[in-house]
């Protein structure tokens, strides 16, 4: 498994989702879902493939960080690098003058994401596995040697990590059978973005009943009467035993998020995702703490930095759901520590995806949750969002309202190369037909 890297190139892709308001919420009105799209080659042959998800405007800067991490991995073996994941990851987010422009957060984080999610994606490949397959099968020591522990050891020991997935081996086998049989459980946000209109709204809701959706999410934030409005037709829509979440995208300070919420506690969500700035840890604490006699939790996590950040919203009981994005943090290393910090702070974990890839991409964590951390379904589901997974050589495969485990070796990362040229900004045809 030497696979020497010889190459590695950066692609920026744009969908332009805005037209029809896919994707479109009380933040984000007018998104293009986007990556900057990475392919690793190796003197053998054999290639990685990764990305990070943008929403448009902006990939561009994502792409040239890309490029300067680049250096950080051509001439790597394989083998060299996930030998010492530790120390490769800590490379790649330490460099001594990189790190300035994080340390370990925003746009920098963003490529290291893009570029480590290659490599997973290839070392799995190697192997011959689906990433959630190369995980479950790893020895945990293993798989915590992975991990970069700086910074969260008073919430986490390299020894509490090991105990943990070491508790998690009984019954490993029986989890994993019950994934491929069933699959893991989603919801679907893909029928109440908050630029749909009511009757698109009504039929997206009617057609997901009938294929076996019982897990709503509803955009809100803009407007208070709309989202009341909006949210009472969703809940006759689905009914009063399905289940409804509600998103307000960081709209909100703390105080008009708990009165905004508290309007809508009515229709009984199960929890209010993002209502303030992603990096208000007390804030989001305040919030939970207000709305609990209503029993509403608080979701967050798709823009949260990195682990640090984690540790701290489960260290001030900030979130009741803890959401990781598998392309804002730095790629599966840490995610890896945050699925870990989330089982001993017993806090559930429901994945972010949607926009281009990131179903594709965090099914494979979710699934090594419950098979390798948490053993555990309870008050857990996977964000689903029906958008652009034709562009890939593995689109996810939803069955029933579950995610069925992927089978193809990888981490699903792969676009078609048609979508890649077509959709490549700005020279591809599609960007050519719209901006005549």
């Not at 190139?9 to 969908?15: E, G, L, N, Q």
């Not at 080659?41 to 490029?67: H, N, Q, R, S």
């Not at 987010?93 to 422009?101: E, K």
Request: hydrophobic letters at 40%.
């Amino acid at each position: 498994m030497l696979h020497k890297i010889t190459a590695l190139t950066v692609r920026d892709v744009r969908f332009p989702t805005s037209l029809e308001q896919h994707g479109s919420d009380a933040m984000h009105t007018d998104p293009d879902y986007s990556v900057a799209y990475v392919v690793i080659d190796t003197d053998c042959g054999l290639k990685g493939f990764g990305f990070t998800f943008t929403l448009g405007k902006g990939t561009e800067i994502v792409v040239c960080a890309v490029e300067a991490v680049a250096a950080l991995v051509v001439g790597k073996s394989l083998q060299e690098i996930v030998s010492d994941f530790r120390g490769f990851y800590r490379l790649l987010t330490s460099d001594g003058q990189m790190r300035w422009l994080g340390p370990e957060k925003g746009v920098i984080q963003l490529a290291v994401a893009a570029v480590l999610n290659a490599v997973w994606d290839l070392w799995a490949r190697a192997e011959g596995k689906p990433l959630w397959k190369l995980l479950v099968d790893m020895d945990p020591k293993q798989i915590v040697s992975c991990i970069d522990f700086r910074y969260i050891t008073d919430a986490l020991t390299e020894e509490e990590a090991v105990d943990i997935l070491m508790e998690a081996q009984e019954g490993k086998q029986r989890r994993e059978d019950h994934m491929l049989e069933e699959g893991y459980p989603a919801y679907t946000t893909s029928c109440a973005w908050l630029g749909y209109s009511d009757q698109l709204l009504k039929q997206l809701c009617t057609d997901a009943l009938k294929s076996g959706w019982t897990t709503f999410k509803v955009k809100v934030g803009a407007d208070l009467e709309d989202d009341i409005r909006r949210c009472r037709l969703i809940r006759q829509m689905i009914g009063p035993d399905n289940t409804l979440m509600i998103d307000a995208n960081q709209r909100w300070d703390v105080a008009e998020a708990i009165s905004w919420v508290s309007s809508l506690a009515q229709f009984k969500p199960l929890w209010i995702e993002e209502p303030t700035s992603p990096d208000d840890i007390l804030g989001h604490a305040a919030i939970s703490k207000a709305l609990a006699p209503l029993g509403i939790g608080v979701a967050s996590g798709e823009q949260c930095h990195n682990r640090v950040m984690f540790k701290q919203f489960l260290q001030a009981s900030a979130l009741q759901f803890v959401q990781i994005d598998s392309c804002r943090l730095g790629s599966v290393n840490e995610n890896l520590a945050v699925l870990l910090m989330a089982h001993k702070f017993r806090v559930p974990v429901c994945p972010h995806a949607g926009g281009v890839g990131l179903c594709e991409l965090v099914q494979h964590l979710i699934l090594f949750d419950y098979i390798g951390v948490s053993a555990s379904l309870s008050n857990r589901v996977c964000e689903y969002v029906d958008h652009l997974h034709e562009h890939f050589t593995s689109p996810v495969v939803i069955h029933d309202a579950h995610y069925m485990p992927p089978k193809d070796p990888g981490y699903s990362c792969e676009m078609l190369e048609s979508s890649v040229q077509r959709h490549q900004y700005p020279e591809g045809d599609v960007w050519k037909l719209n901006t005549n």
